[in-house]
Nanobody
Framework: QVQLVESGGGLVQAGASLRLSCAASGRTSSTLTMGWFRQAPGKQREFVAASRGVDSSVDYADSVKGRFTISRDNAKNIVYLEMNSLKPADTGLYYC???????????????????WGQGTQVTVSS
């Protein structure tokens, strides 16, 4: 089992930047696929970004492509989400996720991830 703890959320104005961090512990491995989902009030949880463990390939939701960057420090078991040019539509609870499938195919599907953090709130005001 992998435990995940997110940090770095906050209240910012549109156009600002934030960096989220996710510290993993337990049965960690550099081969884990790790990523981020978010959920806005009244909406379904949606995929944001992920990094495959086997080859570090990444995938982004179209809505964040070009603005968000996912990276990982495997030595420290930390995954980051750098968020730039934030918009009010980016508001939500951001969850860090991990999957033991290092070459995860259905990378945007929430059910493919065995471990979820508690979430960190990001609020972007207009």
């Amino acid at each position: 089992q992998v435990q995940l703890v997110e940090s770095g959320g906050g209240l910012v104005q549109a156009g600002a930047s934030l960096r989220l961090s996710c510290a993993a512990s337990g049965r960690t491995s550099s081969t884990l696929t790790m990523g981020w989902f978010r959920q806005a009030p009244g909406k379904q949880r949606e995929f944001v970004a992920a990094s495959r463990g086997v080859d570090s390939s990444v995938d982004y939701a179209d809505s964040v492509k070009g603005r968000f960057t996912i990276s990982r420090d495997n030595a420290k078991n930390i995954v980051y989400l750098e968020m730039n040019s934030l918009k009010p539509a980016d508001t939500g609870l951001y969850y860090c996720v991990a999957s033991t499938a290092g070459r995860l195919v259905l990378i945007r599907r929430p059910g493919e991830y065995q471990s979820w953090g508690q979430g960190t709130q990001v609020t972007v005001s207009s």
